[in-house]
């Protein structure tokens, strides 16, 4: 390496990553690009080790993608991978990278044969495709610091993301491991990506990364050195129109997405990912129902309510109601494989510092013996000291359940508030809700076939009539408990 390559890299081995990079590459080389305030700031500045950068159309996602691995090209042991689902796709970003990388970084060559950025450092950045699930083989045995992937709902499953992580490594020390994503909702991926990224954490925040199946986070196996910590950070960090001034200003671009069917108006512009083709509750929107958890009142009324299962899953809500009638859902519980009894026992110990609940409501299929002469799987439970009401399964009760739903979900004309919300923490139920199908041969009703455990215990409790009211409220001893065992009228 000849002196004058020392003079030029010297200072930015000085460097942190961080967003202080680019604003000092600015500086010295006056690049016309800079990184919006706000979330394309957020991005290039993110410290987790997987970041998606994802929302509506026109938010600055792609020249964020491009400028974020250039504040490593000064270290010559950086390697790094941009990929598109497709070489058509790529080009797009090429040509782009192409128009910025020489202003950053002069000296910067581009091989085409390669398809691959060469620093004046000796640092690399590949830009390829991976368009098969088999194609991750023609990077076995290769190493990268950074991994891009441009448009990550592309990808049908995580196959591909999750094979990339295990090619991410460095041996230099002092370079951090990174995987970034960018993409709108929708695309084939929308579901995986939005349960690995979307639905364990509130937009903005990290969290640790968990098991886009079970929910759990990734924890180090007994036995090592790290035991029980958790593998590494992930964040979501949402992008909207507005945030790009470029485009947001101009007005053509905001007047073109407006024009699109309701559907892609809402993910395009509003960067909206719970929004499902075929959905049943398409009012339900995360910003308007879900909240930040608060302290309940003593003096609100508090009940739960619980579809069980098995073989399949048991989903248990808890519901408060405020003096304005607004129903709030503060704890939720999903598990599969547990024993009526367990259950009863692991519902106990949840809302133990809850006060008295005013009542439970359980399906009331659990009271049928089903042949058997012992205790129904309900008397099991109430035998637990987890008393039930069953449900009400009468004719019509599923309709009027869904509709009563819809109602909750709109805006109350005189508070202004939607009678229905969610604590943030309640995640299954937040994911489960807005995805609902609606039955393909009944539209009044839910696909019974897909995940309804935790809509069925909504139902079940919304259904209830529960009613805030100040005579179940005693200012000495506080809640008064007056939980029935059974009623055989299901509590109306």
């Given at each position: 390496?000849?002196?004058?390559?020392?003079?030029?890299?010297?200072?930015?081995?000085?460097?942190?990553?961080?967003?202080?990079?680019?604003?000092?590459?600015?500086?010295?080389?006056?690049?016309?690009?800079?990184?919006?305030?706000?979330?394309?700031?957020?991005?290039?500045?993110?410290?987790?080790?997987?970041?998606?950068?994802?929302?509506?159309?026109?938010?600055?996602?792609?020249?964020?993608?491009?400028?974020?691995?250039?504040?490593?090209?000064?270290?010559?042991?950086?390697?790094?991978?941009?990929?598109?689902?497709?070489?058509?796709?790529?080009?797009?970003?090429?040509?782009?990278?192409?128009?910025?990388?020489?202003?950053?970084?002069?000296?910067?060559?581009?091989?085409?044969?390669?398809?691959?950025?060469?620093?004046?450092?000796?640092?690399?950045?590949?830009?390829?495709?991976?368009?098969?699930?088999?194609?991750?083989?023609?990077?076995?045995?290769?190493?990268?610091?950074?991994?891009?992937?441009?448009?990550?709902?592309?990808?049908?499953?995580?196959?591909?993301?999750?094979?990339?992580?295990?090619?991410?490594?460095?041996?230099?020390?002092?370079?951090?491991?990174?995987?970034?994503?960018?993409?709108?909702?929708?695309?084939?991926?929308?579901?995986?990506?939005?349960?690995?990224?979307?639905?364990?954490?509130?937009?903005?925040?990290?969290?640790?990364?968990?098991?886009?199946?079970?929910?759990e986070p990734l924890k180090y196996p007994a036995g090592h050195v790290k035991a029980g910590k958790y593998l590494f950070r992930r964040k979501f960090i949402p992008a909207r129109l507005k945030d790009n001034p470029y485009l947001a200003n101009q007005g053509d671009y905001e007047a073109m997405l407006l024009s699109l069917p309701e559907q892609q108006r809402k993910q395009l512009l509003e960067g909206d990912w719970d929004i499902k083709e075929g959905a049943a509750f398409t009012e339900f929107n995360r910003n308007t129902h879900v909240i930040e958890p608060y302290t309940i009142p003593n003096n609100w009324v508090k009940f739960r309510a619980c579809d069980y299962g098995y073989g399949s899953y048991s989903g248990v809500l808890w519901f408060a109601v405020s003096p304005s009638e607004q129903l709030v859902v503060y704890r939720e519980l999903y598990v599969s494989k547990v024993l009526a009894t367990d259950l009863a026992e692991m519902i106990l110990d949840l809302e133990a510092g809850d006060g008295g609940l005013r009542y439970g409501v359980l399906d009331s299929s659990l009271w049928h013996k089903r042949g058997?002469?012992?205790?129904?799987?309900?008397?099991?439970?109430?035998?637990?000291?987890?008393?039930?009401?069953?449900?009400?399964?009468?004719?019509?009760?599923?309709?009027?359940?869904?509709n009563e739903i819809h109602r909750r979900l709109q805006t109350d004309e005189f508070t202004d508030e939607p009678r229905l919300v969610f604590f943030n923490s309640c995640i299954e139920t937040i994911s489960q809700l807005p995805a609902i199908p609606l039955d393909k041969k009944n539209p009044e009703d839910v696909d019974t076939n897909s995940e309804d455990h935790l809509y069925d215990a909504l139902r079940y409790g919304i259904m209830s009539r529960p009613r805030f009211s100040i005579w179940d409220y005693d200012p000495q001893s506080g809640p008064i408990n007056k939980m029935p065992v059974a009623d055989a009228t299901f509590g109306y």
């Open positions: 390496m000849t002196a004058k390559r020392k003079q030029k890299q010297q200072p930015v081995k000085e460097l942190k990553s961080d967003i202080n990079f680019i604003k000092k590459v600015q500086e010295e080389h006056n690049v016309i690009f800079k990184p919006n305030e706000g979330p394309q700031t957020e991005f290039l500045a993110a410290s987790e080790r997987e970041v998606l950068y994802g929302g509506s159309a026109g938010g600055g996602k792609s020249y964020a993608m491009l400028s974020d691995p250039l504040r490593y090209m000064g270290n010559s042991s950086f390697t790094g991978l941009l990929l598109r689902h497709t070489t058509e796709e790529l080009r797009e970003l090429i040509t782009k990278s192409q128009e910025l990388y020489p202003k950053i970084w002069p000296g910067i060559k581009w091989s085409e044969r390669k398809m691959q950025w060469t620093a004046p450092s000796g640092a690399t950045l590949w830009m390829s495709y991976l368009d098969k699930d088999q194609d991750v083989t023609k990077y076995q045995g290769l190493a990268f610091s950074w991994i891009g992937f441009d448009e990550l709902t592309q990808w049908a499953t995580p196959f591909a993301w999750n094979y990339m992580r295990s090619r991410l490594r460095s041996s230099d020390p002092s370079l951090p491991l990174s995987m970034r994503a960018t993409t709108n909702p929708g695309g084939r991926g929308h579901g995986w990506v939005k349960k690995m990224f979307i639905d364990p954490s509130p937009a903005g925040k990290s969290f640790p990364a968990t098991d886009i199946e079970t929910g058997d002469t012992g205790p129904s799987l309900a008397e099991q439970m109430i035998m637990k000291g987890c008393k039930w009401r069953p449900s009400d399964r009468s004719k019509g009760s599923r309709v009027s359940g869904k």
